[in-house]
Nanobody, 128 residues
Framework: EVQLVQSGGGLVQTGGSLRLSCAASGATLADHVIGWFRQAPGKEREAVSCISILDRSTYYANFVKERFTISSDNAANTVNLQMNSLNPEDTAVYYC?????????????????????WGKGTLVTVSS
C-alpha cells in the first residue's frame, strides 16, 4: 500500500496562490492514478484533479480549470498541485489519494472511484 504525506496549504488572500505536494512511499507513483480531492465544511468530498504518470492523462474539475495545475516529480515520487487565482470557494481540506491504475477501467473511473490510499489532508483557507 502506498503511504502519502502531504505538505503545503495554509492561509492566502483572494487571488493568491498555494502549492500542495504529495510525497509517496511504499510504491512508485508511476503505476498509479494520483488525485487531489477536497471537502469544504458541510459539503461532500469532491474530486479536484487527477494525473496518470504512466500515460500523462489528466483530469480537472470544471471549477478549477485554467487555475490549478497538477504535475509530477518522478524522481521525488511526488505529485504537486499548483493553485492560482484562489477564491473563498476554494476553502477546504485537500486530500491527495492514489490507486492502482487499472487501464481496463479507464483513467476517469480510476480517478473518481479507484483511490485506496489517502493522505491526512491539509487545510486551505482563502480569505476575502
Amino acid at each position: 500500500e502506498v503511504q502519502l504525506v502531504q505538505s503545503g496549504g495554509g492561509l492566502v488572500q483572494t487571488g493568491g496562490s498555494l502549492r500542495l505536494s504529495c510525497a509517496a512511499s511504499g510504491a512508485t507513483l508511476a503505476d498509479h492514478v494520483i488525485g487531489w480531492f477536497r471537502q469544504a465544511p458541510g459539503k461532500e468530498r469532491e474530486a479536484v484533479s487527477c494525473i496518470s504518470i504512466l500515460d500523462r492523462s489528466t483530469y480537472y474539475a470544471n471549477f478549477v480549470k485554467e487555475r490549478f495545475t497538477i504535475s509530477s516529480d518522478n524522481a521525488a515520487n511526488t505529485v504537486n498541485l499548483q493553485m492560482n487565482s484562489l477564491n473563498p470557494e476554494d476553502t477546504a481540506v485537500y486530500y491527495c489519494a492514489a490507486g492502482d491504475y487499472d487501464r481496463a477501467t479507464g483513467f476517469w473511473n480510476n480517478c473518481l472511484f479507484g483511490m485506496d490510499s489517502w493522505g491526512k489532508g491539509t487545510l486551505v483557507t482563502v480569505s476575502s
